[in-house]
């Protein structure tokens, strides 16, 4: 029966994942019955017209903007728990939506909408100015790029801290990686960290520290940062374009990288230097992977060859 099919049971498993056509985007929530081998599709979230890149979910409800929400609790790690999750596409802010909630057709918050807004009027106006090119960009002398809290472009990645549950990050098409309060105003990032040259496509906190944050991107080179004192951070050369970035749960120290070339590499984090192996996973562009965190060494990779392995 209808009411059954949303009914949530203990033994059900939950997914979510995104889709898109040329006219419609959505966030669809799954069950899987595992007694009975059944998946069918709970309830889906319409998003706005613009593609999806990346999810990440959330157990922490943000801060209403009118005061309630996570910062209601002193500690932002002992709010009550949520089901939440932030959305990531081609608009450069993130939205949050409650998973628990049928029919919702508007996120509960919405990261970055100041800086967004306040980034394409100065494009407009920029591309208007007397001495800019067609893409707002002043002739003439170059200078290093201004930092902003919030991003300019694209949303391409997401990772959310278990260990710290107000804290999400967020790296971009801008080339910046951003760090978001939940517990705090929604408008602008709390931090901004510029140590890549190209596109930001994967991060992922570690494991047991909450402060260190690897990430990877277009510039074809991987990083470790502790969040804390941006300037601590060391590289790695990926040899091609990231896609996916993943730390190995049972031996915290490494870090796997895939990439564009279809390889997946695995540098220590401890020291810079050459991957400690590379492995030939896909023909084409390895576009994900993950570690399975009850079987140690078991790794799991997916390609734009449509299979994984």
Known sequence: SDENDFTIDQTDL???????????????????????????????????????????????????????????????????????????????????????????MLPVAKLGSDTAEAAIRASVAAAAAPGRDKKGKKRGKGGGREVVNGHTDAVMCLDWSELQRNVLASGSADHTVQLWDLAGAHGSSV?????????????????????????AGFDQRAAVVDVR??????????GADAEAIAWDPFSSHLLAVSSDDGAVRCFDARQPGAPLWTLDAHRTDCTSLSYNSVVPGLLATGSSEKNVK
């Open 14 to 104: 939950m997914l979510v994942g995104a889709r898109s056509d040329e006219e419609f985007s959505c966030v669809e929530v799954l069950v899987y019955q595992e007694a009975v081998a059944n998946l069918y599709a709970h309830h889906d979230i319409p998003l706005p017209p613009v593609l999806p890149l990346c999810l990440a979910w959330i157990d922490l409800r943000p801060t209403h903007p009118g005061g309630q929400g996570a910062s209601s609790a002193a500690d932002p790690n002992s709010a009550p728990r949520a089901n939440m999750l932030a959305v990531g596409t081609f608009a450069p802010y993130i939205e949050v939506y409650d998973l628990d909630v049928i029919d919702g």
């Open 191 to 215: 931090s901004a960290l510029t140590h890549h040259d190209d596109k930001v496509s994967a991060l992922a906190w570690h494991p047991p520290e909450a402060a260190v944050l690897a990430t």
């Open 229 to 238: 004192a941006p300037s601590a951070l060391r590289y790695w050369e990926t």
